[in-house]
């Protein structure tokens, strides 16, 4: 019975990261540009100590590592929305003002006129600064991340004025890893840029990237992982039973 209860519990506990991480999955599954990024498995270890030389419990191994397969694209006729192509990574910056990367592309101008996305993080320029659109001015984005803003009050045919060039990155060949505030950086080495790949980063303008979570596969993944645990827990109270109807024999003997 200690041995079976050992394992179930051992087993219920390792499986609590992949709960979790299927959990965040569903819950994201609208986030605009969200992407996949933990893979779990199981394995098995022996228990080293006395007392526990015949025992072998699971493990949970992860690994974290952004899933950039794009999502779903979806036009919004929005200027200001953006959907990074291929591997293409936008840099912002994070909350403590480090480089940082994204898909979020929901674009908007806050109150002081600066570039930011749907989560507040401001997009950064090629050259590294934030970038400011002059008030009242109508803006359009180009495929390559260029920015123009064109005066409407200007007289006769209104020519559009580059502003900035967003800093985009292809990371085909570059391991991203999650940061504590969701957005993307280096593995092990963050506010560090990304080198660039052989695709030429782009976007495309006026549309949106859906999450790259397939919803019906979350939802399956959830319910097997309810089913095992209901069935660790039943091998407990079966072993619990078990030792129960032994003891009473022995009692009676």
């Known amino acids: 019975m200690d ?22 999955e569903l819950a994201n599954v609208s986030t605009p540009g969200f992407k996949r990024s933990f893979e779990a498995a199981m394995r098995t270890i022996k228990v080293e100590g006395p007392g526990f030389q015949s025992r072998m419990q699971p493990q949970a191994f992860t690994q974290d590592f952004i ?7 979806m036009a919004t006729g929005n200027e200001l929305d953006v ?30 006129g600066v570039l930011e996305n749907g989560a507040g993080h401001l997009v950064r320029s090629q050259g590294g600064g ?24 200007q007289a006769g045919v209104a020519q559009p004025v580059l502003v900035a060039t967003m800093l985009l990155r292809d990371a085909s060949k570059t391991p991203l890893e999650r940061r504590e505030d969701g957005l993307f950086q280096k593995v092990g080495k963050p506010g560090e840029d990304v080198q660039n790949g052989p695709v030429l980063p782009t976007l495309t303008a006026r549309s949106l990237e859906g999450s790259n979570v397939n919803p019906i596969e979350v939802m399956v993944k959830l319910l097997e ?29």
């Open 3 to 24: 041995r079976l209860a050992f394992n179930s519990v051992a087993a219920i506990n390792e499986q609590r990261t992949a709960r979790q991480m299927t959990t965040n």
């Open 225 to 253: 992982q309810s089913r095992s645990f209901e069935q660790q827990v039943n091998i407990i109270k079966q072993s619990k039973d078990a030792d129960e109807a032994g003891a009473s024999m022995m009692k009676g003997a």
């Open 130 to 153: 934030n970038i400011t659109i002059p008030p009242g001015f109508m803006v359009s984005i180009s495929d390559s991340g260029a920015i123009f803003a064109t005066d409407p009050a």
């Open 83 to 112: 959907a990074l192509n291929d591997q293409s990574v936008l840099g912002v910056s994070a909350p403590n003002g480090a480089l940082a990367f994204t898909r979020r592309g929901d674009l908007r101008l806050n109150a002081a």
């Open 67 to 73: 899933n950039l397969k794009p999502g779903t694209a």
